[in-house]
């Protein structure tokens, strides 16, 4: 299997993608719960058994753990203080004053907050530093041709149209069109156009086409019938490279949710759904790709790095943070076995939607007809 065959060109890129992204997640936590007083006893890149490390003057543990495939940080008062006998004990004033969970309800917020906030900054400064320097792809959202019996021409689109906003978005570039389109196959869409200094305003239901990638496997997208123009790649002064960013980022996020949306609904199919197989197929292949795919593709897994976790499911930060937001209504915290309830529940979930993604991966992946052709 090619996948196999080539796993080495596939694992390298994969960890090195990850663990920039967790540095990135696990220092935005860090660095702001130092600013709020906390102690923070460890941050460790990956899980299991420590490999190497240090420890720094404030006392915190730095080390790089056996399985690269997250990481943590470990905050003082997260767990009961014990005794030299292993007994637990109540905390002194001093560590009160160090713990986290002593600290005020904004400050516990905030310091939640800020690893998925990290994962945004993160990939607005990599999008800044790409489009100042090799620039943003960028093609005009104008109609070059229109395919005959296609969506498009069914759907009154001529050429020289413009694309002022499809689906409720404004487009500026064609890609963001394109974009639009291949998530809704079969699902009809407002588009609006500019024809001759005047706003159209067309319905166009995009055909529904099947994409095999290099790889083999096979994605349901939406398909036009429209070509654009020659795709350039325009550089930005610094601020306005700043300013494109952020609103790429925004843009990937609002795609992103409304993806989400969708399976939800039931719109559409959660086969596109990948984990950590789908995302080490796709790092090895983008970086093969060159360079500016490889960052591209960092600055799109931390923005979704971000949006997942913001997610109210508890175990994740947005679950921290939905409960604290109970505790600012009641004056005061969940109890014990309501948090624990929520974090099983939540458990359950994580774990239920990883191994529903790790199956789309080995299904992608053919793993199972690799196999079946070893066995037989």
Known sequence: MEFLAGAWDYVVPFIVILTILVFVHEFGHYIVARRCGVRVEVFSIGFGPEMFGWTDRSGTRWKVSALPLGGYVKMFGESDAEDEAGATRPLSAAERAVSFHFKPLGSRAAIVSAGPIANFLFAIVVLTGLFATAGEPFTPPVVGSVQTESAAEMGGIKAGDRFVNVAGQAVRRFEEVQQIVRDNPGVPIAIVVSRDGNEVKLSVTPQAREDTDRFGNVHRIG???????????????????????????????????????????????????????????????????????????????????????????????GGHLLFYAAEAIRGKPLGPKAQEFGFRIGLALVVGLMVFATWNDLMHLKVFEYLKKLVT
Request: cysteine-free; proline content about 5%.
């Open 223 to 317: 398909f036009l019938g429209v070509s654009g123009g020659a795709r350039q790649f325009v550089r930005h002064p610094l601020p306005e490279a700043a300013m494109r960013a952020v609103e790429e980022t925004y843009s990937l996020s609002a795609a992103t949710l409304s993806a989400v949306g969708q399976m939800v609904a039931g719109t559409r199919t959660a086969d596109d759904l990948g984990g950590p197989l789908r995302i080490a197929q796709m790092s090895g292949e983008v970086a093969q790709i060159g360079f500016v795919s490889l960052i591209w593709f960092l600055a799109v897994l931390s923005i979704n790095l971000g949006l997942v976790n913001f997610f109210p499911v508890p175990v994740l930060d």
